[in-house]
């Protein structure tokens, strides 16, 4: 058995049902499918936050005297200000759902635990008055927000199964009041954990969960779990799992819980005129496939320039217009990519090109600058890679991605020349027959 055979042999044995066990996991869909649901929200409040930081000078100047730069933020202060109660409100539902038990009432219970848990008094020098942080409710609260929408579902799915702690309301009493109170002995259990734990903490240094959570845990997570050279292992192995058949997602949902509220946090930082913190792993995030999965948009063209064979021109036709909407699925399953041998070393190899283009560039300053209100987590994933980054790296963000792509074709190129000549000399063999 050759070594190609065994590569594959482990993969679908060994490494694919791994990460198809991993990709099944409901908290994981939970939490991806939550994030995914606020993208409306992002994406609206993305568009206004560049009317309000417009990025041509004359024209940020028109807005701020006829007073329309701060009403075009303020919409973002609305919705990205506060996107760790609508994470709540989502990541929640979805698990409730995966769950089978109330989605409402989980919902309900998961909101009341993020505002309890919350400092409930702001001090401004010798003053103090009744309120909430806006940082608790927006970027900083992301990750408090995804574990209490996860741990609240979670606890109330199991207190339900024990019939003992639902309030049971003679017959006669119509279902919707039945439904309404038979949950309250499981809330009282609920509010009084949450109680606790508010107790518990503020008997600590820290003084609340938010400020336990984001100096122990989200900090050294995202410095660790969104550094650059974590990104580039994440995606080289979503890269191994596309090339076996499975689809990415299931390993770059992990990186979710990571990447948002880094992603919140710089835009926190860019609206407000700070440095952006993570501008190194933003833009090499941004880089790490110039399309989609593989860059297979280079694939296409390499095609189409250097192919010879019908077979693989009549497919690049096909292949290259889904594929400039970062849609590559025709690719990877048609051309194929999948398990073929030949394939492998270029597809794994262009996310590291890419990406290690994309960190050459920001470091030598030919990427100045860097707008996440567009970046490749915010926007939908169909929108064309050179329109995004051109909004969120200006010109410089195109040309970089045109030199990425010229490259990635010649990286594919001896590669791809190998079938094509395999192919070609089928279909003269073919020819020839039909000839006879």
Same mark, same amino acid.
């Given at each position: 058995?050759?070594?190609?055979?065994?590569?594959?042999?482990?993969?679908?044995?060994?490494?694919?049902?791994?990460?198809?066990?991993?990709?099944?996991?409901?908290?994981?869909?939970?939490?991806?499918?939550?994030?995914?649901?606020?993208?409306?929200?992002?994406?609206?409040?993305?568009?206004?936050?560049?009317?309000?930081?417009?990025?041509?000078?004359?024209?940020?100047?028109?807005?701020?005297?006829?007073?329309?730069?701060?009403?075009?933020?303020?919409? !973002?202060?609305?919705? %990205?200000?506060?996107? @760790?109660?609508?994470?709540? #409100?989502? /990541?929640? &539902?979805?698990? *409730?759902?995966? =769950?089978?038990?109330?989605?409402?009432?989980?919902?309900?219970?998961?909101?009341?635990?993020?505002?309890?848990?919350?400092?409930?008094?702001?001090?401004?020098?010798?003053?103090?008055?009744?309120?909430?942080?806006?940082?608790?409710?927006?970027?900083?609260?992301?990750?408090?927000?995804?574990?209490?929408?996860?741990?609240?579902?979670?606890?109330?799915?199991?207190?339900?199964?024990?019939?003992?702690?639902?309030?049971?309301?003679?017959?006669?009493?119509?279902?919707?009041?039945?439904?309404?109170?038979?949950?309250?002995?499981?809330?009282?259990?609920?509010?009084?954990?949450?109680?606790?734990?508010?107790?518990?903490?503020?008997?600590?240094?820290?003084?609340?969960?938010?400020?336990?959570?984001?100096?122990?845990? !989200?900090?050294?997570? %995202?410095?660790?779990? @969104?550094?650059?050279?974590? #990104?580039? /292992?994440? &995606?080289?192995? *979503?890269?191994? =799992?596309?090339?076996?058949?499975?689809?990415?997602?299931?390993?770059?949902?992990?990186?979710?819980?990571?990447?948002?509220?880094?992603?919140?946090?710089?835009?926190?930082?860019?609206?407000?005129?700070?440095?952006?913190?993570?501008?190194?792993?933003?833009?090499?995030?941004?880089?790490?496939?110039?399309?989609?999965?593989?860059?297979?948009?280079?694939?296409?063209?390499?095609?189409?320039?250097?192919?010879?064979?019908?077979?693989?021109?009549?497919?690049?036709?096909?292949?290259?217009?889904?594929?400039?909407?970062?849609?590559?699925?025709?690719?990877?399953?048609?051309?194929?990519?999948?398990?073929?041998?030949?394939?492998?070393?270029?597809?794994?190899?262009?996310?590291?090109?890419?990406?290690?283009?994309?960190?050459?560039?920001?470091?030598?300053?030919?990427? @100045?600058?860097?707008?996440?209100?567009?970046?490749?987590?915010?926007?939908?994933?169909?929108?064309?890679?050179?329109?995004?980054?051109?909004?969120?790296?200006?010109?410089?963000?195109?040309?970089?991605?045109?030199?990425?792509?010229?490259?990635?074709?010649?990286?594919?190129?001896?590669?791809?020349?190998?079938?094509?000549?395999?192919?070609?000399?089928?279909?003269?063999?073919?020819?020839?027959?039909?000839?006879?």
């Amino acid at each position: 058995m050759s070594k190609v055979d065994n590569i594959k042999r482990w993969g679908s044995e060994k490494f694919v049902p791994a990460m198809s066990k991993l990709g099944q996991l409901k908290i994981l869909q939970a939490l991806s499918s939550g994030m995914m649901m606020t993208l409306p929200l992002t994406l609206g409040a993305a568009i206004f936050s560049l009317l309000g930081s417009f990025p041509i000078p004359v024209v940020a100047s028109y807005f701020s005297e006829i007073g329309l730069s701060g009403q075009f933020n303020a919409v !973002a202060g609305g919705t %990205m200000g506060v996107l @760790a109660i609508f994470t709540t #409100l989502a /990541i929640s &539902y979805n698990y *409730a759902m995966l =769950l089978n038990v109330k989605a409402i009432t989980a919902v309900l219970f998961s909101i009341a635990a993020f505002f309890v848990l919350q400092p409930q008094i702001i001090t401004v020098g010798e003053k103090s008055v009744g309120g909430f942080l806006s940082s608790n409710l927006g970027s900083s609260g992301i990750f408090v927000s995804m574990i209490v929408s996860i741990l609240i579902p979670l606890s109330y799915a199991k207190l339900q199964k024990n019939k003992k702690l639902l309030l049971k309301l003679p017959d006669s009493v119509p279902p919707m009041v039945t439904q309404s109170f038979e949950p309250i002995f499981v809330g009282l259990i609920l509010l009084l954990a949450i109680f606790v734990i508010r107790v518990g903490f503020s008997l600590t240094s820290f003084g609340d969960i938010f400020s336990f959570i984001n100096e122990i845990i !989200a900090q050294p997570l %995202m410095t660790i779990g @969104a550094s650059v050279p974590s #990104l580039f /292992i994440v &995606y080289v192995l *979503a890269n191994i =799992l596309f090339f076996f058949g499975i689809h990415p997602n299931a390993i770059m949902s992990v990186l979710t819980p990571v990447l948002l509220p880094m992603m919140m946090m710089s835009i926190d930082q860019y609206n407000s005129g700070q440095t952006v913190e993570y501008l190194q792993n933003l833009v090499v995030f941004d880089f790490m496939n110039n399309d989609g999965t593989g860059s297979t948009l280079s694939l296409m063209i390499c095609i189409l320039i250097f192919g010879k064979s019908k077979r693989y021109k009549s497919f690049a036709k096909l292949g290259t217009i889904p594929n400039i909407f970062n849609i590559n699925e025709p690719v990877i399953f048609g051309f194929p990519i999948m398990l073929n041998p030949i394939m492998f070393v270029p597809f794994v190899l262009s996310t590291v090109v890419s990406g290690l283009i994309g960190f050459i560039a920001l470091k030598i300053g030919f990427i @100045a600058a860097y707008n996440p209100n567009f970046s490749a987590a915010i926007i939908p994933w169909t929108v064309p890679k050179f329109i995004a980054g051109f909004f969120t790296m200006g010109w410089q963000g195109v040309v970089l991605r045109l030199l990425i792509m010229v490259v990635i074709v010649f990286l594919y190129y001896p590669f791809f020349k190998i079938l094509d000549n395999q192919e070609l000399k089928a279909e003269k063999e073919n020819e020839l027959k039909e000839s006879l």
